[in-house]
């Protein structure tokens, strides 16, 4: 991996308690993002992608708990810190994309004054200032007419454009990691892409260090460096983008790929994933949750799950992983299993 | 191939800003405003046709009118003017409360987008298949319990869920159970809105197969309504392109796909992700025209397409028949393939 670590997840696991029994959202999971780096979570509902978002972001729901792990910020852990630490790292370095732009926007706040706000608490601008500011936030949005603009309320904004000033005010203070979960759900197909590219170019701009939550392969594929694939709240598979695709190895990352329909031929190419995830609320989860589904299950997936070296290009958390079709110039990728 | 579906120069307008009722008409009238009210043109003279076995793909932004077409040919609600024939019979006569007890009602079903919603959460999926069976087919006693099992194991319903209410059910048995309740009375025409948006990928697929071996087992045809253009490349014959109200270009869905004529098909192709980086940097700018009162001598398209010209601005352009495609585009010669073979 590439330069410092922009942030660095280590062994994060989190659980919820709830009325029918300790939900384990999230077991073990370890990843970093390299500084100017786009890093896809990848996954279906009820992966923990969320979930994992959240507890970095310090906004897990009061039921959650993080049982252990670290998440560091540079040389801040972000699990440990103080709320008035992270009142001050959120916004400034960490910024998030929520999913549904309308919802996570203020009802009845102009969006301009809501940008503004956040100038003022993490960019060093004045009161006077701000609106001034906020305009020309709306304009590197790409948002025609920004200074009208500035004074519309959210619902009178088509959700493209809502979601445009979700991307200004989360960029409002040059944060240095950027948090965008799902921010095209609920969007149209020639919306995403515009808006895929706006967050693509200001992050390169920035140079900002990017974890894009997905539940689209091909979308993650085409707009990410590195893919992140979660099951269950386990991190199954990390891997360079081009490496996942022609080289999965652990059987659901296969799976999920065979499931995609972008580059099918036919609709009987495509195969589904038998099973459904575990119920994590069960107290006798085996260590890999995907081996109650899985083909290539094997006498050994009983054991605890592999620990592969933190340096590895490529990690696959399985014992019984699919053959390495890249056998030559990549000893690093071949590692998962050992 | 015999035409099921036809659909003449449908259009639905809605009245904006005001109430429409006759109160509201009166004190109009005699407060010296407009008596007509500007409309919202949803739905603005469409034609089409759905063949015997066919499936058709409709795809569109969303508020370009896919859901309004939807429901006024599924005859949900009334269209303002047109036609909509299913064979011989003319369905835009009736009024939409009248046909909903007509004998053409078993004859179009619909599956809507998310079974969630659209089941009654106080029927149990044995309950949900069976409704329309008792209204439209009078069954009763064994003879429906008999239909509904059937039609459950068709769609891989397993019959011990029959007796589950939706919210026990996961989002790939909700889709069976809304897909088996259209199914069970039999329709020539089965109207699929959005079946999957709310599915991941893995059950996905299987709904998506089901779908496929139901339309071959029974011959219905499909109208599948979606914005993911990777399901409707895979699951259909033909498709139509859809934008604000109008029908911009229609064709085999794989040459629409392969090579879209109309410039808003080439938006929405090359912005369809794909996982490895195309390069293809079509992109649109701006928002749509505003669908009030629209301009008919101006392109719908007009400002937001990378062509636009002064002849765009001046003269709507019709839909064209280029061979077995249909663009509504000046400018369509200038993207056909440089052989003459449009398939």
Redesign the interface.
Known sequence: MMGAPALSVEGLSVEFRTRSGVVRALDNVSFSVAKGETVALVGESGSGKSVTAYAVMGILDPAGRIGAGRAMLGDLDLVAATPKELANVRGRSIAMIFQNPRTALNPIRPVGKQIGDVLMRHGHVSRRAAPAHAVEMLRAVGITDPARRAKAYPFEMSGGMCQRIMIAIALAAKPSLLIADEPTTGLDVTTQAVIMDLINDLAKELGMATIFITHDLALAGQRSARIVVMHAGHVVENAPTADLFANPRHPYTAELIAATPDTAASLDELAAIPGSLPDLRRTDLPPCRYSERCPRKIAGCAQPLPHAPPDAAHIAACWNPLPDRTQRAMPAATVSAA | MTVLLDVAEASKLFPTGGGAGAWSRFQRRFSGGPESLPKVYAVDNVSFSIAKGETVGLVG??GCGKSTLVRALTRLIDLSQGSVKLGTRELALKPARVFARDRDRARIQMVFQDAGESVNPRFTAFAAIADPLRRLRKLRGKTLKERVETVAIQCGLPLQLLTRFPHQL?GGQRARVGIARAIAVEPELLVLDEPTAAL???????V??LL?RLKQEFGMSYLFVS?????V???CDRVLVMYLGKIVEAGPAAAVFEHPLHPYTQ??V????????TGN?L?????PRSPIDPDPNVCRFYGRCPQGTDACKTTMPALRRFGAREVACHFAEGFLPQTNTVS
């Open positions: 932004e969303s996961s991941d990928v893995s059950v996905q697929v299987v998506l197969q496929q914005h993911d253009l990777s399901v490349r895979l699951l938006a929405l090359a912005a369809v992700p794909r996982r490895h980086e940097r992109r649109l700018i701006g928002e």
